[in-house]
C-alpha cells in the first residue's frame, strides 16, 4: 500500500511553530532529523552543524534504520570540504537555477554536459568530489540552510522508502524548511548563549558572596568558621527533609539556601565593631542595634533580582515559630521554610561553639535543648532532620 500523500505546506506549518518552542539547539536538530525520517519517509536523515568554536561544520545529528547511522560528532568538515565549499561559495547557483537543493542523480547527469560546467572555475572537480561525498555520508540530496547569508547548516537526506527520486514540490519543501531550521538553530543557540552568560554571572555572583562571607568573619573574629559551618549544617538539614519527604522544595531551593545561608549574617557589616566584639551581654540599646543586622542584610540584597528566596533567608533567619522573634515577628508556617532551616543551624553552631564568655556546648546538648523549644523558637521539621543526622553520626 502507498504511502500517504504529504501535506507539505501543514508539515511545514507544524514544523515551524514547534521549533519556536524549543530552545536546545541539539534537541532541535534531533527532532527535526526524526521527524523528516519518519513523515518522509526516507532511510537516513542527518544534519551538519557549524561549529563558531573551532569554525568548522561538524555531523551534529544522523538518524536512521539500524546500519544507516553515522555516530555523532565522528565527522567534521573544514571550510575547504567540497560539500561546505560548494554552498558557501554558492556555486550551486549557477548550476542549479537558483534551486535550494543539491541531488546526486541531477550532479551525476551535469558532469555528462560539458558544456553546461566549461565555465573554468573548477565547477566540474567540485561536484564530481561531491557527488562521491554524499553516499559516504547515506545521502542522496542536501539542502543548505543559510542564516543571514551565512551558511549555518546543511541537511542531509537519504533515499526514499519506495526508491522513488525527490520531486520538486519535496524539495521546495526542504528548502523552506531548511530556512525556517536555520533561523530556529541560530534563535536557539542565542538562548543558550544567554544561559551560559546568565550562568557566568550567577557563578561570579557565588565567588562575590564567599568574598562577602569572609568579610563578615573578618569582622567578627569570634565568629570564625561560623558562616560556613550554618552553610554546611543548613544544607545537610534541608537534604535530610528532602530524603525523609518532610518537606517538598521549589526548583533551586538548595542553591538559594547555599547562597542565604553564606549571606545571612551580611548585614552585620553595618553593625559597630565594638558591638560585635563585645565580651559582655549587649545593653538593651546594644542589642536593637544588633538585631537590624537582619533588615540591613535585607537591604543590601534588595537590588538583586531573582534572590527573593535568598532575601527572605537572610532577613527572617531570627523570627520564632511563636511569633517572638524579630524584624516582624512572623509565626508558624508564615516564616519562609529557608529562613527557618537557617534559624536552627545557626542556634547549633552558636550553641556548640566555643565563646570568650563560655563554653560550648555538646552536639547531644546542643540538640536535646534546641528540640525542647519546638513550636516555640523552632519549626519541628528542620529541627527532626537535624537529630536525624545526628543520628546517623553525620553531624
Not at 542549479?96 to 566549461?118: C, G, P, T
Request: glycine letters at 6%; charged letters at 25%; one cysteine or more.
Amino acid at each position: 500500500m502507498p504511502p500517504t500523500k504529504i501535506d507539505y505546506k501543514r508539515e511545514l506549518e507544524s514544523a515551524s511553530k514547534g521549533m519556536i518552542l524549543i530552545h536546545d539547539p541539539r534537541l532541535l536538530i534531533k527532532l527535526i532529523v526524526r521527524s523528516l525520517v519518519q513523515k518522509v519517509h526516507i532511510q537516513h536523515a542527518g544534519m551538519i552543524l557549524y561549529d563558531p568554536e573551532k569554525d568548522s561544520y561538524v555531523l551534529s545529528i544522523s538518524h536512521g534504520e539500524i546500519g544507516e547511522r553515522i555516530p555523532e560528532g565522528l565527522i567534521r568538515f573544514s571550510k575547504t570540504n567540497p560539500l561546505v565549499r560548494l554552498f558557501i561559495q554558492k556555486e550551486y547557483k549557477y548550476i542549479f537555477e537558483n534551486r535550494n537543493a543539491i541531488v546526486v542523480e541531477d550532479i551525476n547527469k551535469l558532469l555528462w554536459k560539458e558544456s553546461v560546467i566549461s565555465n573554468g572555475n573548477g565547477i566540474k572537480e567540485l561536484l564530481h568530489s561531491v557527488s562521491e561525498q554524499l553516499p559516504k555520508l547515506n545521502a542522496v540530496a542536501c539542502v543548505p540552510a543559510y542564516h543571514q547569508h551565512m551558511l549555518l547548516a546543511i541537511l542531509l537526506l537519504g533515499e526514499k522508502h519506495d526508491g522513488s527520486r525527490f520531486d520538486q514540490e519535496e524539495l521546495d519543501f526542504f528548502s523552506a524548511l531548511a530556512s525556517d531550521v536555520a533561523m530556529a538553530i541560530r534563535n536557539a543557540q542565542l538562548f543558550e548563549d544567554l544561559k551560559r552568560e546568565a550562568e557566568r554571572n550567577r557563578n561570579l555572583f557565588i565567588q562575590t558572596t564567599i568574598a562577602l562571607g569572609s568579610a563578615i568573619e573578618a569582622k567578627d573574629a569570634y565568629t570564625h568558621g561560623h558562616t560556613e559551618r550554618v552553610t554546611k549544617y543548613a544544607l545537610a538539614i534541608g537534604r535530610q527533609m528532602e530524603a525523609s519527604q518532610a518537606y517538598n522544595f521549589p526548583h533551586k531551593f538548595f542553591e538559594n539556601l547555599y547562597i542565604a545561608g553564606l549571606l545571612h549574617d551580611i548585614g552585620k557589616i553595618a553593625v559597630p565593631e565594638t558591638i560585635l566584639s563585645k565580651q559582655d551581654k549587649l545593653t538593651a540599646e546594644e542589642y536593637e542595634i544588633m538585631k537590624n543586622h537582619t533588615t540591613r542584610g535585607a537591604e543590601i540584597l534588595a537590588p538583586l533580582t531573582g534572590f527573593e528566596e535568598v532575601i527572605n533567608g537572610v532577613k527572617y533567619h531570627h523570627e520564632r515559630y511563636d511569633g517572638k522573634g524579630y524584624p516582624e515577628g512572623l509565626k508558624g508556617e508564615g516564616i519562609p521554610m529557608i529562613a527557618a532551616i537557617i534559624a536552627v543551624a545557626d542556634t547549633f553552631d552558636a550553641m556548640t561553639t566555643d565563646r570568650p564568655y563560655r563554653k560550648g556546648f555538646s552536639k547531644e546538648k546542643a540538640i536535646v535543648e534546641i528540640k525542647e523549644c519546638i513550636d516555640k523558637q523552632f519549626n519541628r521539621k528542620p529541627v527532626d532532620a537535624l537529630a536525624a543526622l545526628f543520628n546517623k553520626g553525620e553531624f
